[in-house]
């Protein structure tokens, strides 16, 4: 029943188990091929909410873990870190990976397993359409990511891991909150996705072909010279060319490839704190691949010149965790060689000539309401790294083709 996209006798895995039917089962078929594999090592993440509940899923799965022997590792989530107005499940899933891939790579392991199955990737598919969405939305949900984020059950459909967790015996516990039409992908998955299926009951299937030949037409526009794309440089086709090819480009290029495509919708809705020593998030559309990571001054060569896509920052200076975004109203932003903290950010892009209807799609690096890093143009004067500084956070940011 695992998807064939990885030779499992040549991984090592890191199974994200939340307790829930699905993600059982994965481990049920993991465990069932325990000898295929280097390595398998269990992680559970608890989001500081829904109390004891939360905390007896992850005394459950660390009891089924302990039983085939495998590794178990509880990541505890800041659950202030994930308030905020609007956006909860975006910003906790960016919380969830973020953690879960800094433990992939501590523990030196090939592959993240999550337990999404089909009809994840149909809620998916639907969800961007219903928001408006291109050839990168409609691709969904990627069996394989960039990053090693593997869905081995990605083909597999709801019904049938009922099925398979009934003929097998597989435990689990339920999330309430996976009923709650709070929120919108719960409201696709219990009442619009029903009603559409009472329509056409494949409608679950062809989605999922949807993405497929998405991604075919995506493989071959990727094969194109991209200088035959040089005359639609605003167009999602160049896009796609440039993150698929993870290209590194300059400053200029960096600030007119991520705003001018979709203007006041592409970048603005993401919001990633950078908290912990490292850690790497894909932002804006899935376009960008941020990794960051504190580091000591002594080690490193800082450079003068600004870059698009390293840069570093005076760490000394952060009094909290800073978070990648856009601009909102009250930032403000203080120029290299101009150390002042009450220079509206506005003012900044009047000056340098930014369009108006791009600026809400300038990723920014902000400390609330102090703007630290431009994406594309420069790091803030009171946050440049200094001879007496002691801590650098490097940010490195690369075009990516990481999607979900």
Request: with cysteine.
């Amino acid at each position: 029943m695992l998807s064939d996209a990885v030779d499992y006798s040549q991984a090592s895995v890191l199974l994200a188990v939340s307790g829930g039917r699905d993600s059982m089962c994965m481990l049920d078929l993991f465990a069932r091929r325990i000898h295929d594999c280097k390595r398998i090592v269990v992680a559970s993440v608890h989001h500081g909410m829904r109390g004891d509940a939360a905390t007896a899923d992850i005394e459950f799965v660390r009891e089924i873990a302990k039983k085939y022997a495998f590794e178990f590792h509880a990541i505890y989530l800041n659950p202030q870190e994930l308030q905020g107005s609007g956006g909860f499940e975006a910003r906790a899933r960016a919380a969830r990976y973020r953690e879960l891939l800094r433990l992939k790579a501590e523990l030196e392991l090939d592959y993240l397993c999550t337990a999404h199955h089909a009809d994840d990737q149909a809620e998916t598919i639907l969800l961007r359409m219903m928001r408006g969405t291109g050839l990168l939305g409609l691709r969904g949900i990627h069996t394989l990511r960039a990053d090693g984020v593997l869905r081995p059950l990605l083909h597999v459909s709801r019904d049938e891991l009922l099925g398979y967790a009934l003929t097998h015996g597989v435990a689990w516990r339920e999330d309430h909150t996976n009923a709650s039409l709070q929120y919108t992908r719960n409201r696709v998955r219990h009442q619009l996705l029903p009603i559409l299926s009472g329509e056409d009951p494949q409608l679950v299937t062809r989605l999922c072909a949807i993405s497929v030949r998405v991604q075919k037409i995506l493989a071959h526009i990727v094969k194109i010279p991209l200088a035959e794309l040089s005359s639609h440089k605003n167009s999602e086709l160049y896009r796609i060319w440039l993150g698929t090819h993870g290209t590194l480009i300059s400053s200029g290029k960096l600030a007119q490839v991520a705003v001018k495509p979709h203007p006041k919708r592409f970048l603005c809705a993401q919001v990633a704190p950078l908290s912990g020593q490292s850690g790497s998030v894909s932002w804006g559309g899935n376009m960008y691949l941020l990794a960051w990571q504190l580091r000591d001054r002594k080690d490193l060569e800082i450079r003068s010149e600004t870059s698009a896509n390293v840069v570093w920052i005076d760490a000394d200076h952060l009094t909290g965790v800073p978070e990648f975004r856009t601009r909102r109203e009250g930032d403000h932003f203080s120029p290299p060689g101009l150390r002042s903290m009450h220079r509206k950010l506005k003012k900044f892009f009047q000056e340098k000539g930014v369009d108006r209807d791009v600026r809400d799609s300038i990723p920014l690096l902000a400390l609330e309401d102090q703007v630290l890093w431009i994406v594309g143009y420069a790091v803030s004067g009171n946050f440049q790294v200094q001879s007496k500084t002691q801590t650098v956070l490097e940010l490195r940011l690369t075009c990516h083709r990481t999607t979900n």
